[in-house]
């Protein structure tokens, strides 16, 4: 029950992993995201809240970090969990930024249904606003 989509990006994989770390920043590039707050930032074990543009306020945890490379933000619905996550591969010049949503829980069937379409629909425009801010910051040093 994972959705999946990646994007290749002019960009070094540190800048791409830097526009994640900058949590305020995240509806600039991410159009699904209306607001978001980490007040501990992208530490494993942050919790705060995700406002997506359609939808109510949300409460999310970040579950795992891996610096420079990857991170897991996960979201409850009852009796469902949905893991939101964000990879890089790359290297000084070349990333491909990976990002998934995987349902779990006893009623992840039903809400990989509700929601699951849109957000397979949605995830390539995130990840091409995430290029586009990752390479515009490439160009800019």
């Known amino acids: 029950m994972t959705i999946t989509h990646s994007?290749?990006?002019?960009?070094?994989?540190?800048?791409?992993f830097a526009l994640y770390e900058d949590v305020a920043s995240w509806p600039e590039w991410d159009c699904e995201t209306?607001?978001?707050?980490?007040?501990?930032?992208?530490?494993?074990?942050?919790?705060?809240?995700?406002?997506?543009?359609?939808?109510?306020?949300?409460?999310?945890?970040?579950?795992?970090?891996?610096?420079?490379?990857?991170?897991?933000?996960?979201?409850?619905?009852?009796?469902?969990?949905?893991?939101?996550?964000?990879?890089?591969?790359?290297?000084?010049?070349?990333?491909?930024?990976?990002?998934?949503?995987?349902f779990s829980g006893p009623l992840s069937f039903l809400f990989r249904r509700l929601v699951g379409k849109e957000i397979d629909a949605t995830l390539p425009a995130t990840l091409l606003g995430l290029k586009r801010a990752g390479e515009s910051a490439a160009k800019s040093e």
């Open 34 to 102: 209306q607001e978001v707050f980490l007040p501990d930032g992208l530490r494993k074990g942050s919790t705060g809240w995700l406002k997506p543009r359609k939808g109510p306020k949300a409460r999310v945890r970040v579950t795992e970090v891996v610096p420079g490379r990857s991170f897991t933000v996960e979201g409850q619905l009852p009796l469902c969990r949905m893991h939101f996550g964000h990879d890089l591969v790359g290297d000084d010049a070349q990333t491909t930024p990976t990002h998934s949503v995987r």
């Open 7 to 16: 994007i290749a990006v002019s960009a070094p994989r540190v800048e791409m």
